[in-house]
């Protein structure tokens, strides 16, 4: 996982430029691919798009280059500033850090991000999409929105939690292989040592402390209790 927020921000770039080339794809293969052959009567959907001077977007047709621009543009600066801080944080009401296993809380997390960032990205999506050239109406906006979470959501989890996520914490191991590796040694020393020297450095390493650190009061205050219960007990007698 990410210790800073420079790494956080090479993740979600990793992320981000990953996943908005698979939903272009997504979109204009998988789910209006066949729709794009049968109007320009083209064999393919790349020749199609080309036919039709490009994808519809804004009202008008832009390249395919430019589709992925803006959309990692929005999904990047979305991603960083609501996606992945809500999504720790929701995963924190529901796992524990310190007690359930890496796997789970980092899949709480890819859940709580899919959560989040389908439907804003798919409500993005039905303004950029809209088509303009027949009115605008709210109602025809908030069903295309809806049409496109239903679209998206499913691919956005399997896609997310089954290949995306696994491949970037591949790259991301590989280009911050020498922090990851210092990291760990320090940390194998300061448990070797008996005691957790250094401080935490991102926020699950600081719950994970703070849980730590409740834990060990309530044992205290549980020894107390029973020390000052077998003290009355002795008086007692």
Request: proline residues 4%; charged residues 20%.
């Amino acid at each position: 996982m990410p210790k800073n927020q420079f790494q956080r921000m090479v993740f979600a770039f990793l992320t981000v430029i990953i996943t908005v080339h698979a939903y272009v794809f997504y979109s204009l293969y998988v789910i209006n691919g066949n729709t794009l052959m049968q109007i320009t009567g083209e064999s393919n959907v790349l020749a199609a798009i080309r036919a039709q001077g490009g994808v519809y977007m804004f009202g008008q047709m832009l390249p395919i280059w430019a589709i992925v621009i803006i959309e990692f543009l929005f999904a990047y600066a979305l991603e960083n500033l609501i996606g992945s801080p809500l999504s720790f944080r929701l995963a924190c009401r529901v796992f524990d850090p310190r007690r359930n296993h890496p796997m789970l809380f980092e899949s709480a997390i890819i859940c709580a991000t899919v959560g989040i960032m389908c439907p804003s990205m798919s409500f993005l999506a039905a303004w950029f999409y809209y088509p303009y050239y027949n009115g605008f109406h709210i109602l025809t906006l908030l069903a295309n929105w809806l049409k496109l979470i239903c679209f998206n959501f499913p691919f956005a989890y399997f896609s997310q939690m089954f290949f995306i996520q696994p491949f970037v914490r591949v790259i991301f191991k590989l280009l911050f292989h020498k922090q990851i590796e210092a990291r760990t040694e320090a940390q194998h020393e300061a448990e070797a040592e008996g005691a957790k020297t250094m401080k935490p450095v991102d926020e699950t390493e600081a719950i994970a402390d703070v849980w730590k650190r409740i834990g060990e009061i309530q044992e205290e205050l549980a020894h107390e209790r029973r020390q000052r219960k077998k003290i009355q007990e002795e008086l007692k007698r």
